[in-house]
């Protein structure tokens, strides 16, 4: 049954499945991405709660007077102003593990395509140069034998590391705090790490801090034989430095899933043979979209309902 006296906020794009479940619900009040807009008075003293797929403008955290809870589809919450949020006594939810495995398992498919150049090979034989030019040249590089470092260890971060395991690379990490649960090396700093290893893998979220901590000093410490993988954030990386290294020979090759600014590609990264680039895909598929499109609406009807959420980040108020 609707509740019509409560409404939820949805400005911009998100996934269908929200909304169909948020409609059986409640009010949905659907506006455009970006800038506040125009709300009836009468529609904006309902409004509770915010879906949101990206970016929020800080003007709905201010202008919405019963506003409560902000949902957030997908892990990394960078989108929105949890200080703000906080300062308003708004709570705000994302949607971690239910996209674990999944952007786990294509860290792994992207670090293999990228060392093995397997997309390529596959346009090679598509093309019908096997028959004409004969095999497929041998790839320069192997997983065989690699010291991975990961920046993150996080939820995705361990399930990073645990797949890897079976490839018998040697695995470290490095975080802002060393763990006591894993036997991986830590490495005391990223640089620290780039140096002794020769495949980085980030899967750090958009901050201020890891904002382009990616460098060409880094690179450089990566070196000639080194892989980059990125699966968390592209604001991480300076892709001016990136593009640089990959053409200059600084490191051997990087697989991207990610980029600055989404969905605009540097054209520099396009044109090299040793970038292996997806569409921010790590996470797309139907059954993990909808797992995530669930959990946005359960944190917001479980708000609603009786003051529970499942995934609170945490830097709010409550706990799950």
């Known amino acids: 049954m609707s509740d019509q006296t409560v409404a939820v906020l949805v400005p911009g794009r998100i996934h269908p499945r929200v909304l169909e479940r948020l409609n059986q619900a409640c009010e949905v009040v659907q506006v455009p991405a970006g800038p506040v807009?125009?709300?009836?008075?009468?529609?904006?003293?309902r409004i509770r709660g915010i879906a949101i797929s990206g970016a929020l403008?800080?003007?709905w955290i201010e202008s919405l007077p019963n506003l409560q809870i902000v949902s957030n589809f997908g892990v990394g919450y960078d989108g929105v102003d949890t200080k703000k949020a906080?300062?308003?006594?708004?709570?705000?939810?994302?949607?971690?593990?239910?996209l674990n495995d999944e952007v786990a398992d294509t860290t792994i498919a992207l670090l293999l395509n990228t060392v093995?150049?397997?997309?390529?090979?596959?346009?090679?034989?598509?093309?019908?140069?096997?028959?004409?030019?004969?095999?497929?040249?041998?790839?320069?590089?192997?997983?065989?034998?690699?010291?991975?470092g990961i920046l993150g260890l996080g939820r995705i971060g361990i399930e990073i590391a645990k797949r890897l395991e079976p490839f018998k690379v040697?695995?470290?990490?490095?975080?802002?705090?060393?763990?006591?649960?894993?036997s991986y090396t830590y490495y005391g700093s990223l640089k620290e790490m780039a140096?002794?290893?020769?495949?980085?893998?980030?899967?750090?979220?958009?901050?201020?801090?890891?904002?382009?901590?990616?460098?060409?000093?880094?690179?450089?410490a990566l070196g000639a034989n080194g892989?980059?993988?990125n699966v968390g954030r592209g604001t991480s990386v300076d892709?001016?430095?990136?593009?640089?290294?990959?053409?200059?020979?600084?490191?051997?090759?990087?697989?991207?899933d990610v980029f600055y600014d989404e969905p605009n590609v540097p054209a520099a990264l396009l044109e090299f043979p040793n970038a292996c680039l997806l569409p921010h895909v790590a996470s797309a598929s139907i059954p993990t979209r909808n797992a995530m499109a669930d959990l946005v609406v359960d944190n917001l009807i479980g708000w609603f309902r009786d003051k529970t959420v499942i995934s609170p980040v945490p830097e709010t108020p409550v706990k799950g």
Not at 37 to 45: H, K, L, M, S, Y
Not at 170 to 182: F, K, L, N, P
Not at 195 to 220: C, N, Q
Not at 239 to 256: N, S
């Open 37 to 45: 807009t125009e709300i009836d008075p009468a529609v904006r003293e």
């Open 57 to 59: 403008d800080n003007g």
């Open 86 to 98: 906080l300062e308003h006594d708004i709570i705000v939810t994302h949607t971690p593990d239910v």
């Open 116 to 148: 093995r150049q397997f997309p390529r090979a596959e346009i090679y034989l598509r093309e019908g140069r096997w028959k004409s030019e004969g095999p497929y040249p041998l790839t320069p590089l192997s997983l065989k034998g690699r010291k991975v």
């Open 170 to 182: 040697e695995i470290g990490y490095h975080t802002r705090s060393r763990r006591d649960d894993v």
């Open 195 to 220: 140096e002794a290893v020769d495949t980085l893998i980030s899967i750090v979220p958009g901050t201020a801090a890891t904002h382009k901590i990616f460098t060409s000093e880094i690179f450089a």
């Open 227 to 229: 892989v980059f993988i």
């Open 239 to 256: 892709e001016d430095a990136l593009a640089a290294a990959l053409r200059d020979g600084t490191i051997a090759a990087a697989g991207l």
